[in-house]
């Protein structure tokens, strides 16, 4: 992982509206807007936001406030309790759908594509608070994003279905060690396959530490067959052993919530 870097939250600053002048010395105004003609999550920024890279310099986005929406942070439903759309991070993730989307301004020559722009939001989360293991799993979010979006990046075909077979396989892999894991602690057997080696037939709290032990040993070393993109592969495989209860527990409840939504409406109708 790159060296942590010092939080400088000046680092963002007010950009004006289109067609104005940014003002660096200001603190950054964010004035989002939604009329009843856009979706639900959808939002127009009433003013651009500026932001000072380290390497790039001066960076402004949108281009164009009028035409530019934003859906805050993406984040799917089943994970908002652990990534809000809006908080510390919200400035980052501005920036980054701005930068992913094409709509800035930069210095001439500076062209940021999509896997710049992925490092370009990490180092902004930094500079707006966003604690350590928030800011590096949103970035870990992002880069899966890249690399299964395809979008306005510069790798080659051979490259990208490389780290797309690697990111499938890798986490296929580990979800399906964390349901033998739980089959395992629960005594449960499994035909032809069994349990998994290093839980064996314990006591159950034995089993437990072994399991979570496994679930972050297997995840990292999996994680070094992404290459350059090994600290996301070790993150995501880390986070998916780990929250893959959770997370199945929270898509139940929204399953379920959204299926009474729906009989509720259809009843009443």
Same mark, same amino acid.
């Given at each position: 992982?790159?060296?942590?870097?010092?939080?400088?939250?000046?680092?963002? %600053?007010?950009?004006?509206?289109?067609?104005?002048?940014?003002?660096?010395?200001?603190?950054?105004?964010?004035?989002?807007?939604?009329?009843?003609?856009?979706?639900?999550?959808?939002?127009?920024?009433?003013?651009?936001? @500026? %932001?000072?890279?380290?390497?790039?310099?001066?960076?402004?986005?949108?281009?164009?406030?009028?035409?530019?929406?934003?859906?805050?942070?993406?984040?799917?439903?089943?994970?908002?309790?652990?990534?809000?759309?809006?908080?510390? &991070?919200?400035?980052?993730?501005?920036? &980054?759908?701005?930068?992913?989307?094409?709509?800035?301004?930069?210095?001439?020559?500076?062209?940021?594509?999509?896997?710049?722009?992925?490092?370009?939001?990490?180092?902004?989360?930094?500079?707006?608070?966003?604690?350590?293991?928030?800011?590096?799993?949103?970035?870990?979010?992002?880069?899966?994003?890249?690399?299964?979006?395809?979008?306005?990046?510069?790798?080659?075909?051979?490259?990208?279905?490389?780290?797309?077979?690697?990111?499938?396989?890798?986490?296929?892999?580990?979800?399906?060690?964390?349901?033998?894991?739980?089959?395992?602690?629960?005594?449960?057997?499994?035909?032809?396959?069994? @349990?998994?080696?290093?839980?064996?037939?314990?006591?159950?709290?034995?089993?437990?530490?072994?399991?979570?032990?496994?679930?972050?040993?297997?995840?990292?070393?999996?994680?070094?067959?992404?290459?350059?993109?090994?600290?996301?592969?070790?993150?995501? @495989?880390?986070?998916?052993?780990?929250?893959? &209860?959770?997370?199945?527990?929270?898509?139940?409840?929204?399953?379920?919530?959204?299926?009474?939504?729906?009989?509720?409406?259809?009843?009443?109708?």
């Amino acid at each position: 992982m790159d060296a942590p870097l010092e939080t400088q939250p000046r680092r963002f %600053y007010d950009g004006g509206p289109s067609g104005g002048e940014p003002d660096p010395t200001a603190p950054p105004l964010i004035v989002l807007e939604r009329t009843l003609d856009m979706q639900v999550d959808e939002f127009r920024m009433a003013r651009r936001l @500026g %932001y000072r890279d380290r390497e790039l310099g001066q960076l402004l986005v949108p281009v164009d406030t009028a035409t530019f929406t934003t859906d805050l942070t993406s984040v799917p439903s089943i994970f908002l309790w652990l990534v809000p759309r809006t908080g510390r &991070h919200l400035p980052a993730a501005l920036l &980054h759908d701005g930068l992913v989307r094409g709509s800035y301004i930069a210095a001439p020559g500076v062209d940021i594509d999509r896997e710049r722009a992925d490092l370009v939001f990490r180092a902004a989360m930094a500079d707006t608070g966003t604690g350590l293991i928030r800011r590096w799993l949103m970035w870990t979010a992002v880069t899966l994003g890249t690399i299964f979006q395809d979008r306005r990046t510069r790798w080659s075909p051979a490259e990208l279905w490389r780290l797309r077979i690697t990111a499938v396989g890798t986490l296929l892999v580990t979800a399906v060690v964390g349901v033998l894991a739980t089959f395992d602690l629960f005594d449960i057997d499994v035909p032809l396959v069994g @349990g998994v080696p290093w839980m064996g037939e314990q006591t159950w709290w034995i089993e437990l530490l072994t399991g979570t032990a496994g679930a972050i040993v297997i995840p990292l070393l999996l994680g070094l067959l992404w290459g350059r993109f090994r600290a996301a592969g070790m993150i995501a @495989g880390v986070a998916l052993a780990l929250l893959l &209860h959770v997370t199945a527990a929270v898509a139940a409840l929204t399953a379920a919530y959204q299926l009474a939504e729906r009989v509720v409406s259809r009843s009443s109708e």
